[in-house]
Each structure stands twice: as C-alpha cells, then as structure tokens.
C-alpha cells in the first residue's frame, strides 16, 4: 500500500525535517483527508503528543472516525491505545513505550497485546545513525532495528520502520536498510524516511513493504494522481507492476 501521512502539531498539519525543524504547513486536517482520499490507508501522528508537549486529540479523533488509519504519536499507555482505536483508528502505533532502560519494554507489550490484540499494534522501529531511537527522536538507544525485529514479533501485527537519517530531506531512503528488515522478519513492515521517487515505492512493493509518504507528497515531488494510479495497480485484482 501507499498511505499517505498527516502529522499534526499546534492543531496543523506540518512536515519536519528529521522531526526536528518545521519545514512546512499543510491545509486543514480534514482538507488533507479529502485530499488523499484514493488511498485505502492514511496514517496519523499526534506529534505534540510524541514529544510530550501538547495534544491534537481532538482532531485526531475526528479524523479516526472519518477513515481507516493508523494512529501513533504518544501512545505510552494502554488507556491511550484504547481510546485511539475506541474513536476509529484501525491499528496504532507504539514507539517509545516499546523500549525502557535501553531494552524492550517486554512486560507492557504483553499487557499492550491482551488487552487490544497484537493484530492492532504497529510497533515503530524508527532508526538514525544505525540505532533506534525514542521520546520523539530526541533519545538514542543502543538497540538496533535489525536485532530487535524478530523478537517483537509477538507483540504486534507489523512494524512502521522509518529511516530517520533521511526522513523530510527528499534525499530518498536506504533500501538497503529495507532489504535487511524484509529478511529478518515475515511480519507487515511499513517504511518511512526520505521516500522521494516512484522507483522507490516500486522496489519497496516489491519486497513487500509498504510506503508511507509525507513530504514528498506535500512538497509536490510525488504526484498524487500519479501515485493513487500506483496503488490502484498494485490493489488487489490490479495489475502488479514490477
């Protein structure tokens, strides 16, 4: 699948580089819903939510009820992944709670799966400098992607692996980190980080991993029509493009 993103801050939708530095604004949340409305996915981050500085509930809520999303941004509890899947988010994300005193988090995980089901966790691996890192991408772990995959494959249904060293640069992502994740794991992997041409998302699909896009799509780089064609192609019943 291609699922678009709407990350949200101070109530907008935003682009960061590298979730730091704010690159731009997007139209109204509920405009940029409609917008990528050809896609049978969107995902939604809570960014205040990550970094612990605010909320955008409301308006994630809203959007939850509107369509099929992933919602992720500050899900450190279990009240808060329910209360995100109880407003219509199909699956959420779990990223920093996944990982305590630079280890797996392993006894939330399990208490995270009996209450919701593993089949409605996404975990984050998300990577820069070849670690994993945490509490908005401000704190390095000594864990890497590739070690840990595997063994948080009970815990969830797939994994939102985003390549942090490029993400919001347009620079294009490390496929290569991709490929390593798709042989160390059989589990959904969805990646993120620098996805800035259609070759891409072509090699991508073809090892069975999905892209999820922001500021390409935001900046024009990638052609929403275009890439509604790509994954209509790629739908099943579609023509499988190789």
């Not at 580089?17 to 819903?33: F, I, N, S, T, Y």
């Not at 209450?115 to 864990?143: F, M, N, P, Q, Y």
């Not at 980080?193 to 998302?201: D, K, M, P, R, V």
Request: net charge neutral; with cysteine; proline share 2%.
């Amino acid at each position: 699948m291609i699922i678009p993103c709407i990350d949200l801050m101070d109530g907008k939708v935003v682009q960061l580089v590298q979730g730091r530095e704010k690159a731009l604004e997007g139209e109204a949340p509920e405009v940029m819903l409609r917008r990528f409305a050809a896609f049978p996915v969107i995902q939604i981050i809570d960014l205040d939510q990550a970094l612990g500085r605010g909320s955008n509930l409301a308006a994630v809520r809203r959007l939850a009820a509107a369509a099929r999303t992933r919602v992720g941004g500050g899900v450190r509890s279990i009240e808060r992944a329910r209360g995100l899947l109880d407003a219509g988010a199909e699956k959420v994300i779990v990223g920093t709670a996944a990982y305590k005193d630079g280890a797996l988090n392993e006894p939330f995980l399990r208490r995270l799966k009996q209450e919701i089901g593993s089949e409605r966790i996404l975990l984050a691996l998300d990577s820069k400098g070849g670690r994993i890192v945490i509490e908005g991408w401000r704190e390095s772990t000594d864990l890497t992607a590739e070690r840990v995959v595997s063994r948080l494959e009970p815990y969830c249904g797939g994994f939102l692996c985003t390549y942090v060293d490029k993400e919001g640069m347009l620079a294009g992502t490390d496929l290569d980190w991709y490929r390593r994740l798709r042989q160390a794991t059989d589990h959904e992997i969805t990646a993120a980080g620098g996805i800035a041409a259609i070759e891409e998302i072509r090699v991508l699909q073809r090892l069975g991993i999905h892209a999820a896009l922001g500021m390409a799509v935001y900046t024009g780089r990638l052609s929403l029509a275009e890439l509604a064609a790509l994954q209509a192609e790629n739908a099943p019943g579609g023509t499988e493009m190789s």
